[in-house]
């Protein structure tokens, strides 16, 4: 279901689905494509090893490499500010591991891991909604991707603009909510505080998104949603909250 998942987040903008296999300086124009609505990328496997690491750094900072045009001048690079998603069957540092290469905490703190298991036995579903299987249900999802995109992003950005002001006032309030969710502490080291903060906005988003009447959920589950992935890759991460201490 890690695919059909992808499908349905880019459905939201109606943006198609890429793949990793890509080349670095290709990966950049995707990306600048992509800012502002979100890029969704497919088997991180496809990617060579030796490079992932320095895309990760890329995507993550939302700048590309630095060129001279033929006369000389320096040429304006790619710019971007996205969130992006992956799949694969294998982490960051266990792709770089494949070739020798240590990977940074910087590099995993721009790709966050995510166990594709929602832990009910039903791969990454824990709701099939009348579907049979968990197979059964990632094709349900994967159909209706294909026919019904481009909807919500839209609306969602229309009711922004339209509530300005209030919407900061939310966004701020949702946050906050999360934080406290979650268990945040004033002490946590700042790498979990930095991982916190992105799924604070993601969780901002999609509470934002059900009260406009975008997504048809019930209040707080975006909330629970943001606060459960967060967990997850909490548990993943290093017990005292630095990756470097852990290493050292």
Same mark, same amino acid.
């Given at each position: ?23 670095d ?7 600048a494509?992509h ?88 791969? &990454?579903f824990? *709701?099939?909604?009348?579907? +049979? @299987? ?8 994967? /159909?209706?991707? #294909? $026919? ?6 839209p609306?969602?950005?229309?009711? &922004?603009?339209s *509530?300005?002001?209030?919407? +900061? @006032? ?8 999360f /934080?406290?969710? #979650? $268990? ?28 406009a ?6 209040t ?8 459960t ?15 470097e201490?852990?290493?050292a």
């Open positions: 279901g890690k695919t059909t998942l992808l499908k349905a987040a880019c459905s939201v903008n109606g943006k198609d689905l890429h793949g990793w296999r890509a080349t300086n290709a990966l950049e124009s995707i990306a494509r800012s502002d609505v979100g890029m969704c990328l497919d088997e991180i496997g496809e990617i060579e090893a030796r490079i992932i690491g320095n895309v990760s750094y890329m995507l993550g900072n939302g700048l590309g490499k630095a060129r001279a045009q033929r006369n000389g001048s320096d040429k304006k690079p790619h710019t971007w500010r996205l969130l992006y998603m992956s799949s694969g069957e294998k982490t960051l540092a266990e792709h770089m591991a494949s070739v020798g290469q240590n990977v940074r905490a910087g590099q995993e703190l721009r790709l966050l891991n995510i166990e594709a298991n929602a832990g009910t036995g039903l791969g &990454v824990d *709701n099939l909604h009348d579907a +049979k @299987d968990g197979a059964a249900m990632s094709d349900k999802l994967s /159909k209706a991707t #294909a $026919n019904h995109y481009g909807h919500a992003g609306a969602f950005i229309d009711y &922004v603009v *509530n300005r002001e209030n919407c +900061k @006032d939310k966004v701020d309030s949702f946050k906050t909510a /934080k406290r969710a #979650a $268990n945040i502490k004033a002490n946590d080291d700042g790498q979990i505080k930095r991982a916190a903060s992105r799924f604070a906005l993601i969780a901002a988003a999609g509470e934002l998104s059900t009260s009447g975008v997504t048809g959920w019930q707080g589950d975006a909330l629970r949603a943001a606060v992935c967060f967990d997850s890759w909490r548990k993943s991460w290093a017990p005292a909250g630095s990756r201490a852990e290493q």
